[in-house]
């Protein structure tokens, strides 16, 4: 930081001042504090990286959390991700990510897949792949959600523009928190992107078949009651909340100025 400000006096010195100032080092904690301080002393732009990141894997995630940590507190203006690649748009990707990440730039799809669980009942890691390599041809910044199984499945993505919830032979396709239809789990993302597309012809309205889309419904909640002893987190999380509010309700409580022990001040022996 000091040899950067420095520089920065110096080009003030010889009158220049259409710069920007980077400060990089393989170290995340280091460059995370190092580019806070620099913030606070200098009126400039600020050029973010976190310098020879690694690979692709590694790389990316020590640049998501130095950068994301910086850019999530207004620091910085430029970016530039360096992964050990020869393939220089996989760190213009990982660059975009991070920026839909954090809401600062739209650029593209959002891909929302759950972390699967003991419902699970297809090959979500074929369909999320195939998903996700589909998504790589539109441009429109839409989001679409690949959930495991459809216990929690709509509501859990319910803000997600587009998604599929599968089965083992059945699933859904939804948009927006409501079915659209069931279909069998080989049709599942064939007709997700139909949707998508047909979406997109009529300028982002998707239009419901209402006996399709009730018979979707209708499925999802079969599914639901056939899961429902299982505690799912929504359920867990309800029941948590209502027995806050009963202990809430439950609380005695005490008028000091009724009380027989009132303005009394007691002191230990």
Request: aromatic fraction near 6%; proline fraction near 3%.
């Amino acid at each position: 930081v000091t040899a950067a400000t420095e520089f920065v006096e110096l080009m003030e010195g010889l009158d220049f001042t259409n710069f920007k100032v980077s400060i990089k080092s393989t170290n995340v904690p280091n460059t995370i504090a190092a580019n806070r301080l620099l913030s606070e002393k200098i009126p400039y732009p600020i050029h973010l990286g976190i310098t020879e990141a690694g690979t692709k894997w590694s790389g990316s995630l020590k640049s998501a959390v130095g950068l994301g940590a910086l850019l999530a507190d207004n620091i910085g203006d430029t970016i530039r991700i360096s992964l050990s690649t020869f393939h220089a748009e996989e760190e213009v990707k990982v660059a975009w990510e991070i920026l839909k990440a954090l809401k600062l730039r739209e650029r593209g799809p959002v891909l929302i897949a759950c972390p699967t669980c003991g419902r699970l009942q297809f090959d979500m890691d074929a369909v999320v792949a195939e998903v996700e390599q589909r998504l790589e041809t539109y441009e429109d910044p839409i989001e679409v959600a690949v959930l495991g199984c459809a216990v929690n499945g709509i509501g859990e993505a319910k803000g997600a523009d587009f998604g599929i919830a599968g089965a083992k032979n059945e699933g859904v396709v939804f948009a927006k928190g409501k079915a659209i239809k069931k279909v069998p789990t080989s049709q599942l993302v064939d007709t997700l992107f139909e949707q998508i597309d047909l979406s997109m012809d009529r300028g982002g309205e998707v239009e419901f078949d209402e006996r399709e889309s009730a018979e979707g419904e209708a499925w999802v909640k079969k599914i639901e009651d056939e899961n429902a002893g299982d505690l799912t987190p929504e359920k867990i999380a309800r029941m948590e909340h209502e027995a806050s509010q009963k202990a809430e309700n439950d609380k005695l409580l005490v008028d000091e100025d009724v009380s027989p022990t009132a303005g009394r001040r007691f002191t230990r022996a």
